[in-house]
């Protein structure tokens, strides 16, 4: 038996074992889920191709009046030191020179599909983002 075909089968195995663990019940559950995942997605499609698809601007049905404001759980003074607490040691030597170059690409990228003359424009953009920067983020990522 080859190498290969070995890792396989001990591969399917440990997924086997893992799914002894998920009860019939919850898998029936997400089963169900995913099929109404797709029928909507169909209804989208369908919506989109006749021209009647309509984007909500408010959370829920009633409108935001509707929406309770929840009092937070925690106050930003311990969110802060909580993310601070776990944040420690992530940020390794690499990882900031990793982020420049990220961010280098990103600028780059933005001058290839002529949101900037050249890459440092974008630079100055940081005080005043504009509403359509985010999907240029997203642009470079699924260019990724």
Partial sequence: MSESLLHA????????????????KAAEEDQTEEEESLLNSFDVDDREAAGTLQFSTT?????????????PKHSNNQLASSLQAASEGVVIGTTLSD?????NQFKEFCVTIDKAQ?????????????????MWIALWIMDK
């Avoid at 089968?9 to 019939?24: C, M, N, R, T």
């Avoid at 982020?99 to 961010?103: C, L, V």
Wanted: hydrophobic content about 40%; overall charge neutral; proline content about 2%.
């Fill in 118 to 134: 050249v890459a440092s424009e974008i630079d100055n953009l940081f005080l005043n983002l504009l509403a359509e920067f985010p």
């Fill in 99 to 103: 982020y420049q170059r990220y961010w």
């Fill in 59 to 71: 959370n829920t049905a009633g409108g935001e009046d509707n929406v309770k404001k929840k009092k």
């Fill in 9 to 24: 089968f001990k591969g399917a195995d440990l997924y086997f074992a893992e799914s002894k663990h998920i009860s019939v």
